[in-house]
């Protein structure tokens, strides 16, 4: 089965460019886009993560992003899905603006690694983004399947365990007519894998994400994941605003 990718902005974070870029980019003010991606093929309707409930839509963060912010129900649209028509939400992982759509999901499975469960419910005091609330629904609704390791979910959609920014952190694989897609389970840009040259100078192959479970661990995933795909998605690199299909 061959899929096609379809990153959707919905929602944005103005902040620190260190925030993305660990040891690099500091005081220097950067706009990130969030995505929810539409798998489409197959016969489930399929997104990764669901971005942001109340999206602030402007125009100078539009420019700064150089595409459209859409609502969740706004960006299903172009598409013609509604949230009752997903079948499948899978997560990179359980920050909260990765899951903030997640309640309108009625009708979905959401895959999600355990660890990021424990997370929401039991966050460790530096990481102030999980919030158990937009979880509540979906887990009392029993929607929830909990993995431990790496899972095909369908037929070329596959799960793997990359805790790069948080310990339950999943990049998704995804087949395509172009060839193998990963979406990263980690915060990153297109500058995190494919460094500057000041920074290759240092003999870094990869930035860490600006916040992660551990630089070094952290370093080394990043090197792997380049290695697990044809395509490597960076989870908010603000060029996929403009494109309705990637690669």
């Not at 939400?89 to 979905?108: G, S």
């Amino acid at each position: 089965m061959k899929y096609t990718v379809h990153p959707i902005c919905m929602g944005t974070k103005v902040f620190d460019k260190g925030m993305m870029t660990y040891q690099q980019g500091y005081g220097t003010p950067y706009t990130i886009p969030i995505y929810t991606w539409y798998i489409e093929g197959g016969d489930k309707k399929i997104l990764v993560d669901t971005g942001e409930m109340q999206p602030i839509v402007s125009e100078e963060r539009e420019k700064a992003i150089g595409g459209k912010i859409y609502t969740f129900e706004e960006g299903l649209a172009k598409y013609g899905l509604t949230p009752e028509d997903i079948d499948i939400v899978i997560h990179t992982h359980l920050h909260n603006d990765h899951c903030e759509n997640d309640y309108k999901c009625v009708n979905a499975k959401v895959y999600v690694h355990e660890q990021e469960l424990e997370s929401v419910y039991n966050p460790h005091p530096l990481d102030f983004r999980y919030l158990e609330d937009y979880v509540d629904d979906i887990r009392d609704n029993g929607q929830i399947v909990a993995v431990n390791q790496d899972t095909e979910v369908v037929p070329g959609i596959t799960m793997i365990h990359t805790p790069a920014h948080t310990p339950g952190g999943m990049s998704v694989k995804v087949e395509t007519d172009k060839g193998s897609v990963l979406i990263c389970g980690f915060c990153t840009i297109l500058e995190n894998l494919d460094p500057p040259k000041e920074v290759r100078a240092m003999e870094m192959e990869v930035i860490p994400p600006g916040t992660n479970t551990g630089p070094y661990e952290a370093y080394d995933i990043l090197v792997k994941a380049k290695t697990l795909a044809d395509h490597v998605l960076p989870l908010h690199e603000p060029k996929w605003a403009s494109m309705d299909t990637v690669p």
